[in-house]
């Protein structure tokens, strides 16, 4: 199992969602939900969704919660491609000008909107130095609502996913 690190990096901020009027977070279950397992960043497939241990604020990612998409997650991968134009690591730009390529146009067709109109922004998994030594080559690309720290419910297909809250551990 390869346990090296990913890098998660951020297109440049979106428009920004306003929830002026809203509620906070709440749940009215009576008995708490086991956390779920954290698993390695590089099993993360196409259609699951996953919430980082750490809130998805750093850019190195290791490890995963994942979640079924009908429960609240803060990621969820939409599109899987393999850098192809590189026999050696050809640094962190030009790996995130693929991602760029890769992933803008899928997340159009994914969501239903462009990045400067949808409720989410797009970021992604890519490979480091490290991980790249180790064969990976996998661009990931990821939809997470425009807001840090928030969290949806549902696929963010085709306009779905649109339930936008605060999340439960965000101050």
């Given at each position: 199992?390869?346990?090296?690190?990913?890098?998660?990096?951020?297109?440049?901020?979106?428009?920004?969602l306003?929830?002026?009027?809203?509620?906070?977070?709440?749940?009215?279950?009576?008995?708490?939900?086991?956390?779920?397992?954290?698993?390695?960043?590089?099993?993360?497939?196409?259609?699951?969704?996953?919430?980082?241990?750490?809130?998805?604020?750093?850019?190195?990612?290791?490890?995963?919660?994942?979640?079924a998409?009908?429960?609240?997650?803060?990621?969820?991968?939409?599109?899987?491609?393999?850098?192809?134009?590189?026999?050696?690591?050809?640094?962190?730009?030009?790996?995130?000008?693929?991602?760029?390529?890769?992933?803008?146009?899928?997340?159009?067709?994914?969501?239903?909107?462009?990045?400067?109109?949808?409720?989410f922004?797009?970021?992604?998994f890519?490979?480091?130095?490290?991980?790249?030594?180790?064969?990976?080559?996998?661009?990931?690309?990821?939809?997470?609502?425009d807001?840090?720290?928030?969290?949806?419910?549902?696929?963010?297909?085709?306009?779905?996913?649109?339930?936008?809250?605060?999340?439960?551990?965000?101050?």
């Amino acid at each position: 199992m390869r346990s090296s690190a990913r890098r998660l990096a951020a297109i440049v901020p979106l428009t920004v969602l306003s929830l002026a009027g809203c509620s906070g977070y709440g749940t009215s279950q009576a008995t708490a939900t086991p956390s779920p397992a954290a698993t390695s960043a590089f099993q993360v497939k196409v259609g699951e969704c996953f919430n980082v241990p750490d809130d998805g604020t750093t850019e190195s990612v290791t490890r995963v919660e994942k979640v079924a998409c009908s429960e609240p997650h803060t990621f969820e991968a939409f599109k899987s491609s393999k850098l192809t134009t590189y026999d050696s690591f050809p640094g962190t730009k030009a790996i995130k000008t693929e991602a760029t390529g890769a992933c803008t146009d899928a997340f159009q067709e994914f969501t239903g909107d462009t990045p400067r109109a949808s409720i989410f922004q797009l970021k992604w998994f890519v490979p480091d130095e490290e991980s790249w030594l180790r064969g990976d080559r996998e661009v990931l690309c990821l939809v997470t609502p425009d807001e840090d720290g928030a969290q949806t419910t549902g696929s963010a297909a085709s306009g779905g996913g649109t339930a936008v809250t605060p999340s439960p551990t965000a101050s």
